[in-house]
Nanobody
């Protein structure tokens, strides 16, 4: 059974930090790029960040560049998203997803490139 378990969400004040994690199982983790997406009710799902399967290339939405950092530990089958300098606009449910194949800069943050999805974890940034 394929599973992507996102955790680490919570409530944090503006300017604070959170570290999300995504634990994978049921597929060859090393062969997949892993992305983070977020969604607010009534708004379109937004690609936040992605890390490629082998060379570790990273991609970020313009809205989070310089504040968020994605990393992966293949031995632990886990991807992390370090979120710093959080803003109220970062409030959303964050989902991790797996993409099998080559990641290009112009598709890395497209939800339609990802085949496996986790259940999401809620991040709330209070002002």
């Amino acid at each position: 059974e394929v599973q992507l378990q996102a955790c680490g969400g919570g409530v944090v004040r503006t300017g604070g930090s959170l570290r999300l994690s995504c634990k994978a199982s049921g597929f060859t983790f090393d062969d997949y790029a892993i992305g983070w997406f977020r969604q607010v009710p009534g708004k379109e799902r937004e690609g936040v960040s992605c890390i490629s399967s082998r060379d570790g290339s990273t991609y970020y939405a313009n809205s989070v560049k310089g504040r968020f950092a994605i990393s992966r530990d293949n031995a632990k089958k886990t991807v992390y998203l370090q979120m710093n300098s959080l803003e109220p606009e970062d409030t959303a449910v964050y989902y991790c997803a797996a993409n099998y194949g080559i990641v290009y800069y112009y598709t890395a943050l497209s939800q339609y490139e990802y085949r496996y999805w986790g259940q999401g974890t809620l991040v709330t940034v209070s002002s």
